[in-house]
């Protein structure tokens, strides 16, 4: 067995070790939903809260879109996600609501106008 002297693989800059492989120092930053975008999407997240549809969220800040997942209880799946996706901010729009089963239903460049999905959508007891 053989015992491995750093020295051997040459000069190692201070914060290398630290910050992992050189690639993993020009990473992107993660994408976030901004405040006003936030006091829109918690808005609603109030309103079906109060009409007891909603009863936990998740936010996601990842490399390449922010998620806000919607769930009726928190050890399912989400019944909603709304993804801000900058990337596509020129081609589709950057926000987009999404269902449980990856059906985009709304896709624009203003989340407000996105976000009315949900309004269309009325969430009512059906009596037989």
């Keep these: ?3 491995l002297d750093p020295s051997e693989f040459g000069p190692v800059a201070p914060n290398e070790w630290a910050i992992g492989p050189k690639t993993a ?3 992107q ?3 976030f939903f901004n405040p006003g975008e936030l006091v ?3 808005s609603l997240y ?3 809260v109060a009409l007891g549809e909603w009863r936990d969220y998740a936010i996601d800040g990842l490399k390449e879109a922010a998620v806000f997942s919607v769930f009726r209880r928190s050890s399912e799946i989400p019944l909603y996600r709304i993804e801000k996706r900058p990337k596509q ?3 589709q729009g950057a926000y987009s609501v999404i269902s449980a089963t990856g059906h985009v239903l709304k896709r624009g460049q203003d989340l407000t106008a996105v976000l009315r999905v949900f309004d269309r ?8």
Aim: aromatic share 4%.
């Design 1 to 3: 067995m053989t015992t």
């Design 25 to 27: 120092g020009r990473s």
């Design 29 to 31: 930053a993660p994408i």
């Design 40 to 42: 829109e999407i918690l």
């Design 46 to 48: 109030g309103r079906m």
């Design 89 to 91: 901010a020129k081609r």
């Design 121 to 128: 959508r009325r969430f009512r007891v059906v009596e037989a």
